[in-house]
């Protein structure tokens, strides 16, 4: 059965059934070699020249066996959770608390693990005695603050970062408005990183976000700060990824490349606060999945030579923040409750192990592709997802062109969807997808889709549009960019953009667009200062949308035609 549906833009759509792919299968396996499956995570990190890490609290580091004999025996990196913030150091002017700080110090010493000082300058956790300062005592009082806890550690060799400042940029990439901008403007980011040099001339000094895991607008005014700040000599050395992720939001796939824009800047990075919450009850798919996206993080960091490691937010689900801070969602550690190893530690030490254990069974077939949002040079594809019993989780789709013989990889995907870019116009594509597991095993190939781009060039010719989630939260999240690019040969003289929202979401809020609305698929038509595009230039605008409570979809089907 061949079935041919038109798009919107001309291009032609067609589904052929399974006995074509399945004449592709020829399917060769590496030996796996097993993972030493009693060693400790520190031990295949040391292996790799990297460090694996734990946020240690000092309440159970002093109360419970188990936390202890984790902490020591899996982990070679500690960052405090909470005991060198400044609220616990410094509570009221000129009087120093050393007590919590100094317990994860020894503890690293006694245990030859290194720690990362965390954090000198944030505008949470900061006691409201130095929010109320004038600028030259808000100023001094930072200089001493940074001297003085920087100063206690800078002899002892366990103790190799600090996180010199702490969030400093909002989600769309400003500098945040926190008392210390507000007070000092934007040079007490400078200032904090030279007077951590002083206090403690070796240690790598880092910037440290969530939410830039991802090349994003929060990820990019990140790059262009340290840019920026290395070229003015202030001493930062290192940035520090965060990565508090949550399995409803989606895996940031372009982690590996973001880290690799900043290590060739020259700094060290680093995953800072690694966890992995979802909305709870735990079951076993959600399990899985959290296994791959802690697999996914270690596996970039291993692929980046310049991150140093990465650390765990934590330990045990018993102790994590996520419950506290984020309500109904949890669960986001490598142990359970009962310092039981959970499907993302053997994800971890797999990954650290070499990726391979002992797994030789491949993941289910994946569905059919199904082609959507087909232009000149791009296309949507989503099939319906495999599954892993083979243990070592479903670590994501390889997507192939079919060539005769030579099938070429035109991408990969986390999930089971993928935008391919870069096709060529007027062109017909049979592509297929495999899953793939975290042994490296890959499943019998799904059945092709055939869709032809459509014709490029021409007055007035084509263009794309793909849009970014800059970011989500429960009920809402904003698309920014969507950017929009002249792919043809001739100046275009405005361009319309169309998409469509999931069901039951509602339009917000837009800007650099004027967009209407008809059910659910949205028009974008450009502005006056926009729509003149020349020949392979870009534009971007950006919308936001609530959506119902707990829902996790976004926006699909970007299609764009000029005018
Ligand atoms: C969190 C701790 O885990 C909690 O115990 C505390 O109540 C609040 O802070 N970004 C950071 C960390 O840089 O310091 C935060 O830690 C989590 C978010």
Redesign the pocket.
Same mark, same amino acid.
């Given at each position: 059965m061949l079935s041919t549906t038109l798009n919107r833009s001309g291009a032609r759509i067609r589904t052929l059934t399974a006995a074509a792919a399945l004449a592709l299968l020829t399917v060769f396996l590496a030996p796996a070699v097993p993972a030493d499956a009693s060693a400790p995570l520190r031990q295949h990190a040391a292996a790799r020249g990297k460090f694996i890490g734990a %946020?240690l %609290?000092t309440g159970p580091l002093s109360n419970e066996t188990q936390y202890r004999t984790l902490a020591a025996g899996e982990f070679n990196q500690i960052t405090a !959770? &909470?005991a060198m913030?400044w609220d616990a150091t410094e509570p009221s002017q000129g009087q120093f608390n050393f007590s919590g700080a100094d317990a994860i110090m020894n503890f690293a010493q006694q245990n030859d693990q290194q720690v990362h000082g @965390? *954090?000198l300058v944030?505008h949470? /956790?900061t006691p409201t005695w130095v929010q109320n300062l004038p600028a030259t005592a808000m100023r001094e009082a930072m200089r001493n603050h940074i001297d003085t806890v920087a100063g206690r550690y800078a002899d002892n060799p366990a103790l190799v970062s600090w #996180?010199v400042v &702490? !969030?400093v940029f909002e989600e769309n990439g400003s500098l945040r408005t926190s008392f210390w901008y507000n007070t000092l403007g934007q040079s007490y980011i400078a200032d904090a990183f030279r007077y951590a040099r002083a206090a403690d001339p070796d240690a790598r000094l880092c910037i &440290?976000d969530?939410n830039v895991e991802g090349i994003n607008a929060k990820s990019t005014a990140m790059y262009n700060l340290v840019r920026s700040l290395r070229q003015q000599n202030v001493p930062v050395d290192c940035v520090g990824f /965060?990565s @508090?992720l949550a399995i409803q939001y989606g895996f940031p796939n372009d982690l590996q490349q973001n880290l690799q824009r900043f290590a060739d800047l020259g700094v060290q990075v680093r995953i800072t !606060?690694l966890d992995v919450r979802m909305q709870m009850p735990r079951d076993a798919s959600k399990d899985a999945t959290q296994a791959t996206y802690y697999r996914n993080v270690v596996n970039a960091c291993l692929a980046v030579t310049a991150c140093a490691g990465v650390t765990i937010?934590?330990i045990t689900d018993r102790h994590s923040?996520v419950p #506290? *801070?984020f309500p109904g969602e949890g669960a986001a550690l490598i142990y359970n409750e009962n310092y039981q190893t959970k499907p993302a530690y053997t994800a971890v030490h797999d990954a650290l192990a070499g990726g391979t254990g002992n797994d030789t069974t491949p993941p289910t077939t994946p569905g059919t592709p199904a082609a959507s949002g087909v232009t000149s040079s791009s296309a949507s594809l989503s099939w319906a997802a495999s599954t892993d019993s083979g243990g070592s989780g479903l670590a994501g789709y390889n997507v192939y062109r079919e060539q005769g013989a030579t099938d070429t990889l035109l991408g990969q995907s986390a999930t089971n969807s993928t935008t391919l870019t870069g096709l060529t116009a007027d062109t017909e594509y049979q592509v297929y997808v495999r899953a793939r597991d975290g042994a490296g095993n890959l499943s019998t190939p799904s059945a092709t889709v055939t869709f032809e781009t459509s014709a490029g060039g021409g007055p007035g010719g084509p263009c794309t549009a793909t849009g970014t989630v800059q970011t989500q939260w429960n009920n809402g999240y904003v698309v920014q960019p969507v950017t929009v690019t002249n792919t043809g040969s001739a100046t275009l003289n405005g361009w319309t953009v169309t998409f469509t929202l999931p069901a039951g979401h509602t339009l917000a809020g837009s800007w650099n667009a004027t967009l209407t609305t008809s059910g659910q698929t949205v028009t974008a038509k450009s502005v006056s200062y926009n729509g003149t595009l020349a020949p392979n230039a870009a534009t971007s605008f950006g919308f936001q949308v609530n959506r119902p409570s707990g829902n996790t979809q976004t926006p699909s089907g970007y299609t764009c035609a000029s005018p």
């Open positions: %946020a %609290a !959770e &909470n913030k @965390h *954090t944030w949470s /956790q #996180d &702490n !969030e &440290n969530y /965060q @508090h !606060e937010w934590g923040w #506290d *801070t």
